[in-house]
């Protein structure tokens, strides 16, 4: 007695598995890791923070006098960090999730 | 796509704004003043802007990148009108008649144009205040 949901998953869908196999070699050909996206999105929300530090010293120090545009950069800065933390949250989500798998 | 454009764009604005707000305050200041380094009375000012103009066909074509759409001060021009002839014989800058050259300013209509200034400011902080609060929704799908 052949379960048809079973035997589709022994099988594979056809559809499926050669999709993940492209995943993988389309992953080579464009050359950037998952981790490396990561590691340049935390480098740019790091640039957007120094700015925004920069412009508020500037500010501070009488240099600028546009409290305007520090203030637009110091918000950049924390909504990009924000951005970073949601990603963060997710990925720690994810590692939790696949720790709690029973074996 | 830059995901601060929208951010820039007010940004701009407030930068403009915050000009023509010194030049109007330069107008009233300036309302009664007979000398300057020109000669004659003190000229009105006035601010032009210009949109940052969209991306040209050739630009375009050459993939060069797109300046971020916003405003630009283009600059601040003296307006043309004579000034008004005030009779004012004691003045020290009164003519042969007695008349004197006063700038061609209205309070009144500077003091409109300040009101039309800061509210379009608000305005601006309201955009950007409104894209903020997008955002932060945005970011709250994941949580």
Redesign the interface.
Same mark, same amino acid.
């Given at each position: 007695m052949a379960d048809p949901l079973i035997t589709g998953i022994g099988e594979g869908r056809p559809g499926l598995l050669p999709s993940l196999g492209n995943a993988a070699s389309d992953k080579a050909k464009e050359g950037k890791s998952f981790g490396e996206t990561l590691r340049e999105s935390v480098a740019e929300v790091n640039k957007l923070q120094q700015a925004a530090e920069a412009q508020a010293k500037d500010l501070a120090l009488g240099k600028t006098k546009d409290v305007a545009q520090t203030l637009i950069a110091i918000e950049k800065a924390n909504i990009s960090f924000q951005l970073m933390l949601q990603v963060r949250n997710k990925l720690v989500e994810a590692y939790q999730e696949v720790m709690r798998t029973q074996m | 796509m830059d995901p601060?454009s929208s951010?820039?764009i007010s940004?701009s604005a =407030?930068?403009a704004l #915050?000009v023509r707000m010194n030049v109007i305050a330069d107008n009233l200041a300036n309302v009664d003043t007979t000398r300057t380094r020109e000669g004659g009375p003190y000229r009105k000012k006035e601010v032009v802007f210009g949109a940052v103009q969209d991306q040209s066909f050739a630009d375009a074509l050459s993939g060069a990148a797109q300046a971020t759409p916003g405003v630009q001060l283009l600059g601040i021009v003296q307006s043309q009108t004579p000034p008004r002839r005030v009779l004012n014989p004691s003045h020290p800058d009164a003519d042969a008649q007695g008349f004197v050259l006063m700038p061609d300013i209205n309070p009144l209509i500077e003091m409109v144009d300040m009101l039309s200034a800061t509210r379009a400011y608000e305005a601006n902080v309201t955009a950007?205040q409104s894209w903020?609060t997008m955002?932060?929704k945005a =970011?709250e799908i994941? #949580?």
């Amino acid at each position: 007695m052949a379960d048809p949901l079973i035997t589709g998953i022994g099988e594979g869908r056809p559809g499926l598995l050669p999709s993940l196999g492209n995943a993988a070699s389309d992953k080579a050909k464009e050359g950037k890791s998952f981790g490396e996206t990561l590691r340049e999105s935390v480098a740019e929300v790091n640039k957007l923070q120094q700015a925004a530090e920069a412009q508020a010293k500037d500010l501070a120090l009488g240099k600028t006098k546009d409290v305007a545009q520090t203030l637009i950069a110091i918000e950049k800065a924390n909504i990009s960090f924000q951005l970073m933390l949601q990603v963060r949250n997710k990925l720690v989500e994810a590692y939790q999730e696949v720790m709690r798998t029973q074996m | 796509m830059d995901p601060f454009s929208s951010m820039d764009i007010s940004a701009s604005a =407030l930068s403009a704004l #915050r000009v023509r707000m010194n030049v109007i305050a330069d107008n009233l200041a300036n309302v009664d003043t007979t000398r300057t380094r020109e000669g004659g009375p003190y000229r009105k000012k006035e601010v032009v802007f210009g949109a940052v103009q969209d991306q040209s066909f050739a630009d375009a074509l050459s993939g060069a990148a797109q300046a971020t759409p916003g405003v630009q001060l283009l600059g601040i021009v003296q307006s043309q009108t004579p000034p008004r002839r005030v009779l004012n014989p004691s003045h020290p800058d009164a003519d042969a008649q007695g008349f004197v050259l006063m700038p061609d300013i209205n309070p009144l209509i500077e003091m409109v144009d300040m009101l039309s200034a800061t509210r379009a400011y608000e305005a601006n902080v309201t955009a950007i205040q409104s894209w903020k609060t997008m955002t932060n929704k945005a =970011l709250e799908i994941g #949580r």
